[in-house]
């Protein structure tokens, strides 16, 4: 089992910046990723990681201003989020898997979820 727990959440003005992290413990997990859910959608792929950490993904909307990374010997996930929008107010959470090693942008591929952190963007 893997436990995922996200912080660095908060308030931020459009254009600022903030840096996720995603504590794991557990079982060893492979690819990792971001994912996030704004009211009233569905929850949407945002950043994935191969298990080296050689090989990211992005969505369209986060390329170029966020930034997913990982730190294997602490078991963390982060998501360097800058230049931020209104548009990226939403819950996210951190995934992992420990079936699939390349960063699939596919969450079902991700077997265990953290609780979420929710990111405002104030306009």
């Known amino acids: 089992q893997v436990q995922l727990v996200e912080s660095g959440g908060g308030l931020v003005q459009a254009g600022g910046s903030l840096r996720l992290s995603c504590a794991a413990s557990?079982?060893?997990?492979?690819?990792g990723g971001w994912f996030r859910q704004a009211p009233g959608k569905e929850r949407e792929f945002v950043a994935t990681?191969?298990?080296?950490?050689?090989?990211?993904n992005y969505a369209d909307s986060v390329k170029g201003r966020f930034s997913i990374s990982r730190d294997n010997a602490n078991k963390t996930l982060y998501l360097q989020m800058n230049s931020l929008k209104a548009e990226d107010t939403a819950v996210y959470y951190c995934?992992?898997?420990?079936?699939?090693?390349?960063?699939?942008?596919?969450?079902?591929?991700?077997?265990?979820w953290g609780q979420g952190t929710q990111v405002t963007v104030s306009s």
């Open positions: 995934a992992a898997s420990t079936r699939v090693t390349t960063a699939v942008a596919s969450s079902s591929q991700y077997d265990y």
């Open positions: 557990g079982r060893t997990f492979y690819a």
């Open positions: 990681i191969s298990w080296s950490g050689g090989r990211t």
